[in-house]
């Protein structure tokens, strides 16, 4: 599984936009890019998942560049409803997901 | 609709205890998995149940640790002869069908497991 590498923690403030970016040098062909949220006390819920250039949900944007070897989460005009711990993940879409440490943004008021 | 219930929330037991703890997945969702979490960590992947059967234990740490699915519904993790570094929350996540591509694996909200 490719290992990926993300900011401990990340501070903002409400409004603001805020990108957390992941870098995973060696992600391999079939693998798959997936961003989960974790709020306190509660199960990582999926964000977004992208393969390669740009992809947009209600909640969130993935960025990937060409070479793939890094992937931003762009999250706009953060609430203090964002306050949590966001993973990055690389793997083929497989059942077994690796999850590192994550950042933990927090959004002031 | 119902998310995954965990059971008990919190659970605080002795060194060399037995401990049980239930998973109650989303309704028609045939993939189970359990995952370990410590303290400032991501989760850890414990095991994966397809239907009934356990399709991968690979990472369960040890022989004390025991999970099963009988009815390929609920599912109950079981830990014998507890130690004070099983202290972890216990998450269990389900999914419609073997997770693939696409296929987003719902979490419970966890069991927070204490050994003293």
């Known amino acids: 599984l490719a290992k990926t590498t993300q900011p401990i923690s990340m501070d903002s403030y409400e409004g603001q936009e805020v990108n957390i970016t992941c870098s995973h040098n060696?992600?391999?062909?079939?693998?798959?890019i997936t961003w989960y949220q974790q709020f306190p006390s509660q199960g990582p819920r999926f964000i977004i998942q992208?393969?390669?250039t740009k992809v947009t949900n209600e909640v969130a944007s993935l960025f990937i560049p060409a070479d793939r070897k890094s992937s931003t989460l762009s999250l706009p005009r953060v609430s203090l409803s964002d306050t949590a711990v966001y993973y990055c993940l690389v793997g083929d879409g497989g059942y077994k997901l690796s999850f590192g440490a994550g950042t933990t943004v927090t959004v002031r008021a | 609709g119902a998310g995954v219930s965990q059971t008990p929330s919190n659970k605080v037991t002795e060194k060399g205890k037995y401990v049980e703890l239930r998973c109650d997945p989303i309704?028609?969702?045939?993939?189970l998995y359990w995952y370990r979490q410590s303290l400032g960590q991501g989760p850890e992947f414990l095991i994966y149940f397809q239907g009934t059967g356990a399709a991968d234990d690979s990472g369960l740490p040890n022989d004390r640790f025991f999970a099963v699915r009988p009815e390929g519904s609920v599912s109950t993790l079981k830990i014998q002869r507890t130690e004070r570094g099983d202290s972890a929350v216990y998450l269990c996540a389900s999914s419609l069908s073997p997770s693939g591509r696409g296929e987003t694996q719902y979490f419970g909200p966890g069991t927070r497991l204490l050994v003293l």
């Open positions: 992208g393969y390669k």
């Open positions: 060696n992600i391999a062909t079939n693998d798959y």
């Open positions: 309704s028609g969702h045939t993939a």
